[in-house]
């Protein structure tokens, strides 16, 4: 059974980092793209970052480009987004997904797997 589980949220004062990790169990997602996105209260889920299946390219939404950082390890299945000068409007819960392709998208509705999300809050 497929499963992944998010981890490392909480609460921390603006300006501060955190790094969230996704553990990948069951079949290995070595050849799939992988992404994060994050959903605010009353908001869509939007997107945030996605990697290819290698690991050598990298995408960001224009509101976390140049303080996240995507990145993956394929030998332990791991997803892993850091996140530095964090914002209060980062605030949301962050899900980390992947599909059954190993291209590329920036749609939620392109990713089959998803985890249960990790609480990210951000104070001013």
């Known amino acids: 059974q497929v499963q992944l589980v998010e981890s490392g949220g909480g609460l921390v004062q603006a300006g501060g980092s955190l790094r969230l990790t996704c553990a990948a169990s069951?079949?290995?997602?070595?050849?799939?793209?992988m992404g994060w996105f994050r959903q605010a209260p009353g908001k869509e889920r939007e997107f945030v970052s996605t990697?290819?299946?290698?690991?050598?390219?990298?995408y960001y939404s224009d509101s976390v480009k140049g303080r996240f950082t995507i990145s993956r390890d394929n030998m332990s299945n791991s997803l892993y987004l850091q996140m530095n000068s964090l914002k209060p409007e980062d605030t949301a819960v962050y899900f980390c997904?992947?599909?059954?392709?190993?291209?590329?998208?920036?749609?939620?509705?392109?990713?089959?797997?998803w985890g249960q999300g990790t609480q990210v809050t951000v104070s001013s």
């Open positions: 990697v290819t299946w290698i690991g050598l390219n990298t």
């Open positions: 997904a992947a599909r059954q392709s190993r291209f590329v998208t920036t749609s939620p509705d392109d990713y089959f797997y």
């Open positions: 069951g079949p290995s997602f070595n050849g799939n793209a």
